[in-house]
């Protein structure tokens, strides 16, 4: 199962309280004081681990405790801190911190393997009545409780992070594409709607070049309105450094592919993405389109009309099979070279 967003309660350690206690010796009628502080209750971090790439085990264990420091004891013992609690998610995972309205907001982006972030500080611990002794005051009997630990609802939404996504309508051949592609093996049918969750795909090519590649379900039109299974998985592609139109040019689609493109063009235009990051605007990546299923072209008319709008509108495009692996080659090399290429002033990945 592909989880992208789960809910979690993260709840970080009281410290321990400090401790009122006096020295009891034979020889010394009135001790001073002897009581230790609390120790600090245990804090609670998230951080990107390489072993995971879902977030599916938060789905079925939500909720996290830390440890509370232990209390303060007589003879000045400190009491033990409570042990912190690191949590593992993959690589990729925005952490929001969701206030009681429900409000989300971002606390961090745990993008590289060991990025790290505290989401829950344990409580400090109670000064025990040894700490509170003056020159005025030998027998404090004051101590102090430990503080609370930090209490926390969090949301955690994995973003894929991929350098080449799919799009297109259902049934165009995505799944087909990155199978044909990479070692990815996603469900492929003869039905709309048969990718439900987003597929990665690693593609090698020779001399040691690989990228990722990631297909999303389909989309539709009035995808950015909810329809069909509306745009949730677009937010995957956000960090994409190009983005490869899916069309299918034979009559089995029963749409035109022309008018196709342009649906899906308008879909991506309206995606309000999570942020203002223009780097993150699908409608301004760089794009490619491919035009499959040229094995059962019956209508040449078809891609040749798709052909002329691409040109007019600057988009290289590739026809290709995804069965048969005609014209795939061609476009894994084009995919490369979008890829590789670092645009003007970016910051390196
Ligand atoms: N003839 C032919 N059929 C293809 C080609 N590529 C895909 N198909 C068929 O088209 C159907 C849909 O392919 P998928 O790869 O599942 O399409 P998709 O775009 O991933 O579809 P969703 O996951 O529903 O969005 C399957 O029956 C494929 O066998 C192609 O190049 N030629
Ligand atoms: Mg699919």
């Not at 010796?25 to 004081?33: C, H, L």
């Not at 971090?45 to 790439?53: F, I």
């Not at 801190?81 to 745990?110: C, M, R």
């Not at 080659?329 to 003007?344: C, H, N, S, T, Y």
């Amino acid at each position: 199962m592909f989880v992208d967003e789960v809910d979690i309660h993260v709840e970080a350690g009281d410290g321990g309280n400090g401790c009122l206690s006096f020295r009891r010796e034979t020889k010394v009628p009135r001790g001073g004081p002897n009581g230790g502080d609390g120790g600090r209750g245990g804090s609670i971090y998230l951080v990107a681990s390489p072993h995971h790439n879902t977030l599916v085990t938060y789905r079925f264990h939500p909720q996290f405790k830390a440890p509370r420091g232990r209390h303060g004891e007589g003879s000045n013992r400190t009491g033990q801190n409570g042990d912190d609690l690191v949590l593992e998610v993959p690589p990729g995972t925005v952490v929001y911190d969701v206030s009681t309205d429900g409000d989300a907001v971002p606390l961090a982006d745990l993008t590289a393997v060991d990025d790290r972030v505290l989401v829950a500080r344990g409580g400090r611990g109670g000064r025990g009545n040894a700490a509170f002794a003056t020159s005025t005051n030998r027998a404090p009997r004051r101590v102090e409780r430990g503080g609370a630990g930090e209490v926390r609802d969090l949301k955690l939404r994995l973003k894929l992070i991929a350098d080449v996504g799919l799009v297109g309508f259902p049934n165009a051949g995505k799944s087909t594409l990155i199978a044909r592609l990479s070692a990815a093996r996603p469900k492929i049918a003869d039905y709309p709607f048969t990718t439900l969750t987003p597929n990665l795909g690693v593609v090698q090519l020779s001399d040691d070049r690989s990228f990722v590649v990631a297909d999303v379900p389909g989309l539709v039109e009035g995808a950015h309105r909810g329809h069909g299974l509306g745009t949730r998985f677009l937010a995957h592609l956000e960090r994409t450094k190009v983005l490869v139109h899916v069309i299918d040019v034979s009559s089995a689609s029963g749409r035109d592919p022309v008018e196709d493109y342009d649906v899906i063009c308008r879909e991506l235009e309206l995606f309000a993405g999570l942020d203002d990051d223009p780097a993150h605007a699908l409608a301004e990546k760089p794009r490619m389109a491919a035009a499959n299923k040229i094995d059962a072209l019956d209508d040449p008319d078809r891609l040749k009309r798709l052909e002329a709008h691409l040109a007019q509108a600057g988009v290289p495009l590739f026809p290709i099979s995804a069965v048969t692996g005609e014209g795939v080659d061609a476009l894994a090399e084009a995919m490369w070279r979008e890829v590789a290429r670092e645009p003007a002033g970016a910051e390196p990945r």
